[in-house]
């Protein structure tokens, strides 16, 4: 269709999306796709699947074996410690990557700049890569819960709260994107060890989100702390949902509804401040020339 | 045919020739050597002009450190087995040395452009692979000490060394297996192509279960029995233990002479592997002109 003058093409509507959000939902689409080529498409299957299983079952066998050493186990801690250890693998790759599929595209396939260029924004696309790359994630924690099973831990009776599953799931996934959009927002602004910053967060939040330990554990100031990551909500709301236990301790006193609200309430807040601080930093990158840049890390 | 050379220019420019190729076995010696200081340099100087290296050279093991720690008192376990838990995790940092900066090294150099000019200078890979190894190692024995240090004075743990000669001997024959191994892991990791980092990843978690790092090798029977005899940081860790914390040495699978034995056996075996490896890659890579150079 040729373009006259003060008759700008309209955005092709996408399902039932107009404008913008029909622009956005394409680029989230396409850079979804991407995401699959790159993150799952690496190798043939049988070599995906084996290490999407290989490194989970070997953290979870890593921390039993340790759990193991104060003696023989019940299946209620086998069940605490395969719930938390599952749950992370996804907070891990949704922390992680935003941060390293724009490092990727500046670094490795030095394609930023042409996707800048485009008429998308970046926050589709990098929501997009962080989501493929946490739903890889999620085969791999339902491995480690059904090797859960094979151990004999205690699942819910009848099966997993639906309900609270279907509250709980989609909350806790974008509380962690949102903040996994922040971290992008910022390394990309960063000369060296961009990439080791996301897994500097990820390593710190696993130690604190009560994964694999109560939370009574930790010294007493870094408790608070803990207590009030939504990460540390969404992994004790998914126990409850699949478990139909709560967690020792001052989390396992909080109501269901208050935990679903302080998870809901969370999740609102980082939403409202993650897409602005993303732009914030991506706009400064532009600004000093920190797309176009190669820093050989 | 005007730049021709004949008669007695042409003796004179042959011989020039061979001399300057057919070097004394001193002289190739020497020239390894360098090589192999020049390799080490950037690994020990160059690391510690760049501090955030080394933050977080000390963040990730520090923080691993700690979820161990924090699990085992979660039970109530044995200090003993915090202070092992320290010991395994400063050993570790050796270990996370040998699979990114030894066997993911020349993958990524080959992405940044750099394996090519190793290839056209007059250097053996073998040389270069040796002093990556070398200045790694040298490179990583403050990380390790940090990492002690800082487990120390977190959590209280306490150590009776009756024997320092003896863990200096156990921790230097496991780190040179480690290193060994490194060797292998780097013509690997280039021939294994984009699936290198993946690989890497394999290496970590896997290897510190199979490899007894923080529960003892025993616990893992038959498959601990095999990995003592194929993966250094299994003996390693379990040597470690027995002569730095004594409460734990009925954990021990095998008498830490035995153990230190394997690792020399490791040291040696993994050189040979590593050596026949690297001449493998260099002649495919020259032959073929893809392993060696970017891909784009």
């Known amino acids: 269709m040729p373009i006259s003058a003060g008759s700008a093409p309209g955005v092709r509507p996408f399902g039932p999306l107009r404008g913008a959000a029909a622009d956005a939902a394409r680029s989230l689409v396409a850079s979804a796709r991407l995401a699959w080529a790159i993150e799952g498409n690496w190798a043939e299957p049988i070599y995906l699947a084996a290490f999407l299983i290989i490194r989970p079952l070997a953290f979870l066998g890593l921390f039993l ?18 719930i938390g250890q599952a749950v992370f693998q996804i907070v891990s790759a949704a922390l992680e990557g935003p941060t390293h599929a724009l490092l990727d595209d500046r670094e490795r396939y030095r394609t930023i700049r042409y996707i800048f260029a485009t008429p998308s924004s970046l926050l589709p696309v990098s929501i997009g890569r962080s989501l493929v790359k946490a739903s890889i994630a999620g085969f791999s924690a339902l491995i480690v819960i059904g090797a859960g099973v094979l151990l004999g831990v205690p699942m819910r009776a009848g ?14 996934l974008l509380s962690v994107v949102g903040i996994g959009i922040v971290l992008g927002g910022i390394c990309v602004q960063l000369r060296n060890d961009a990439w080791a910053y996301p897994q500097a967060v990820s390593s710190t939040v696993f130690l604190l989100c009560g994964a694999i330990f109560p939370l009574e554990v930790l010294p007493g100031p870094v408790q608070n702390i803990a207590a009030a990551l939504p990460i540390t909500w969404w992994i004790e709301g998914l126990r409850r949902a699949l478990l139909s236990t709560t967690s020792p301790g001052m989390l396992g006193t909080m109501p269901t509804n208050e935990l679903l609200l302080a998870l809901a309430v969370g999740t609102a807040v980082i939403w409202l401040i993650a897409p602005r601080l993303f732009v914030m930093g991506i706009d ?7 797309l176009d840049r190669n820093t050989a890390s | 045919m005007g730049n021709s050379v004949v008669g007695a220019e042409a003796t004179a420019l042959i011989s020039r020739i ?26 020990v100087i160059g690391a510690a002009r760049e501090p955030s290296w080394l933050f977080f050279d000390l963040v990730f093991p520090i923080l691993g450190m700690c979820s161990i720690v924090f699990l085992l008192r979660s039970r109530g376990v044995d200090e003993a087995w915090i202070a092992s838990t320290i010991l395994a995790t400063a050993l570790l940092s050796f270990w996370i040395s040998v699979v990114w900066m030894m066997g993911a090294q020349f993958h990524w150099e080959r992405d940044s452009g750099n394996l090519l ?16 190894a070398i200045g790694g190692a040298l490179g990583v024995v403050i990380r390790a000490v940090i990492i002690t240090v800082a487990g120390v004075l977190l959590f209280g743990a306490k150590y009776q060394v009756a024997d320092p000669f003896l863990l200096a001997l156990v921790m ?23 699936e290198a980092d993946h690989l890497g990843s394999l290496l970590n978690e896997p290897m510190h279960l199979l490899g007894g790092v923080y529960a003892p090798v025993r616990s893992m029977g038959t ?15 379990d040597a470690l233990r027995q002569v730095a914390v004594p409460q734990l040495a009925a954990t021990g699978i095998l008498p830490v002479g035995v153990e230190l034995l394997i690792l020399l056996a490791m040291t040696a075996v993994f050189g040979v592997i590593g050596r026949a490896l690297l001449a493998h890659i260099e002649r ?10 970017r891909a784009d």
Do not use: Q
């Not at chain 2, 498959?223 to 860790?237: C, E, F, N, Y």
């Open chain 2, 172 to 194: 230097l024959a496991g780190v040179a297996a480690m290193y060994s191994l490194g060797v292998c892991l780097s013509s690997i990791f280039l021939i294994s192509g984009r």
């Open chain 1, 65 to 82: 074996a340790v759990l193991n050493i104060g003696g023989t186990l019940n299946v209620a801690t086998i069940g605490f410690v395969v």
């Open chain 2, 223 to 237: 498959v601990g029995v095999v990995a003592l005899g194929i993966l250094p940081l299994a003996p390693a860790i």
């Open chain 1, 159 to 172: 099966g997993p709260d639906i309900l609270l599953l279907v509250a709980v799931l989609p909350l806790g």
């Open chain 2, 18 to 43: 061979h001399d300057e190729t057919t070097w004394s076995l001193g002289r190739r010696i020497r020239h390894a050597f360098v090589s192999v200081v020049a390799r080490a340099y950037p690994r």
């Open chain 2, 117 to 132: 000019l190793y290839i056209t200078a007059p250097v053996g890979l073998g040389a270069i692979a040796l002093g990556m």
């Open chain 1, 284 to 290: 400064r990158a532009r600004e000093k020339g920190y």
């Open chain 2, 284 to 293: 495919v890579g020259r032959a073929g002109g893809k392993l060696l150079a």
